[in-house]
């Protein structure tokens, strides 16, 4: 049995050597991330195996599941000791080897395997790393097992069990490919930039996009761990702006951007103009509910205010409901609501049947885009960005805020906020708790303030349907507001 982790260990030590390293903040809302050897070592992901096993077990889940992991240098030794873990609590592990997080959840359902657990950082940048966890097909865990697998983590509670195997499936690269390529077939002569900023969806997307008929121009799709370009991350102002140059470099009609594990997707169109991710699934939803009436969408507190007052929306009676960002919530509020589709403002995307199976896809949301231009000849990328009403976004803007302090500085400024009866010089028309604060302006400009899931930062977004003025005021005044927090940090990017 593996000693009790601690949170205090300094590498290069005899104990470091012996006992698991593991920091209680690692376990967050709806997955695991950690910096690698700072804040966790292999004997903590051994003990994350044990726990997550035990808990599999305690839940009555048949002790089965599926891992895979993500391309960086430590991933691959991250899995061995996960893997060890899991063996050691009973549990058959199905090893698919490196792959997208996408494909880790399509192999829950091609091998009828419960679980899953994918060796994945996402978009966190190097020396990060975390495991994305699940029990039931196709959900990933939210607080409340998040919860309990810390407790049994952290108080040692996890226990050996009998009947531990491994197998390592081979060909589930292909299988997947073949899946999302299947019955799609792109008629519409079209070019396409598969942005991978060197991560693990350069060895899928440019191969999987190719297979639909359209000719793919790949992007930093060479695997290289050290992410030489930028990270791959397609919110991050630097990988679209690379994304940018490279459609007016090759007379582009688009370019999509994937994450460091494929489960996303940025969208630049062929002026070169981004299109944030909560503005794709606008024009997503049009064409969908255009297909199937009175859909159902679901989307996060992040995302723009669009979704409830676009015309053709209106018209074509969808219904939408905004709810907490993470992609767990999101995921399982579609799957509960047995919504058509679920978009968040990160570029997570979940389609339910008829077009897709629940999860976060990149490749299944690009390849929707796909259909979408081929279900208008007539029209760009950039006509169709132009039919929306016009507002004025900012990016996701993420000041530094430690994961110890974070959730308590939103609390202070929920508090503040929600006292408000103006902003901007205007009447609170509303303000909504559910994630963090969104208050919005008699005029329809809002901004969001809540704790990052998955870094230790909050998360700034704002959004006006009337003018650039208008947002930049409504930042100024919730940066003040920020301002009054010691804990707060520098931002990442502002506007």
Not at 218 to 235: I, S
């Amino acid at each position: 049995m593996l000693p009790a982790p601690r949170a205090d260990l300094v590498s290069n030590t005899l104990e470091y050597e012996t006992t698991p390293l593991v920091k209680a903040t690692g376990f967050r809302e709806y997955d695991a991330r950690w910096v690698f050897e700072k804040e966790i070592n292999l004997l903590g992901i051994q003990a994350l195996g044990l726990g997550l096993g035990t808990l599999i077990r305690e839940m009555g889940k048949d002790p089965r599941i599926v891992v895979g992991h993500d391309f960086r240098g430590y991933s691959a030794s991250i899995k061995q000791a996960l893997t060890v873990g899991l063996m050691s609590a009973g549990i058959e592990v199905n090893d698919i080897g490196l792959a997208l997080s996408p494909i880790a959840y399509f192999a829950q359902f091609d091998l009828d395997i419960p679980c899953v657990a994918m060796v994945t950082a996402s978009h966190n940048e190097n020396g990060w790393t975390g495991v994305k966890m699940g029990v039931e097909k196709p959900l990933t865990f939210g607080p409340d097992e998040m919860g309990r697998l810390k407790e049994i983590v952290l108080n040692g509670e996890g226990k050996s069990h009998d009947g531990g195997a491994y197998k390592y499936v081979e060909g589930m690269r292909e299988r997947y490919i073949d899946d999302i390529a299947s019955g799609v077939s792109i008629k519409r002569k079209l070019k396409v930039i598969a942005a991978c900023g060197n991560g693990t969806a350069g060895a899928f997307a440019p191969e999987a996009l190719s297979r639909l008929g359209v000719e793919v121009i790949p992007m930093d799709a060479n695997l290289d761990h050290t992410f030489p370009r930028y990270n791959p991350n397609p919110e991050d102002m630097e990988m679209l702006h690379a994304m940018q140059a490279a459609v007016k470099e090759h007379g582009a009609d688009v370019s999509l951007g994937f994450d460091g594990d494929g489960d996303r997707c940025g969208v630049v169109d062929d002026e070169g103009e981004e299109i944030f991710a909560d503005k794709i699934g606008v024009l997503i939803a049009r064409d969908l509910s255009a297909l199937h009436k009175n859909a159902q969408f679901v989307v996060d507190v992040k995302s723009t205010g669009l979704f409830m007052t676009d015309p053709v929306l209106v018209e074509n009676s969808a219904r939408t409901e905004y709810w907490k960002t993470g992609h767990s919530y999101i995921k399982r509020k579609s799957h509960e609501m047995n919504a058509l589709a679920g978009f968040e403002k990160s570029g997570h995307f979940f389609f339910n049947n008829p077009v897709g199976r629940g999860y976060d896809d990149g490749l299944v949301a690009a390849i929707a885009l796909l259909q979408m231009l081929d279900r208008n000849p007539d029209k760009k990328l950039s006509d169709l960005r132009k039919s929306l009403p016009k507002t004025w976004q900012s990016p996701t803007m993420s000041p530094h805020c430690a994961d110890e302090t974070k959730y308590g500085v939103v609390e202070k400024v929920v508090a503040t906020l929600s006292e408000r009866k103006e902003i901007i010089g205007q009447k609170v028309r509303d303000v909504v708790t559910v994630n963090g604060i969104r208050i919005t302006a008699e005029d329809g400009t809002w901004g969001l303030i809540r704790a990052s899931s998955n870094k230790p930062e909050l998360v700034v977004v704002i959004e006006s349907p009337t003018s650039e003025e208008n947002m930049k005021a409504m930042f100024t005044e919730l940066d003040a507001v920020l301002k009054t927090q010691p804990e707060v940090g520098e931002y990442n990017q502002k506007i």
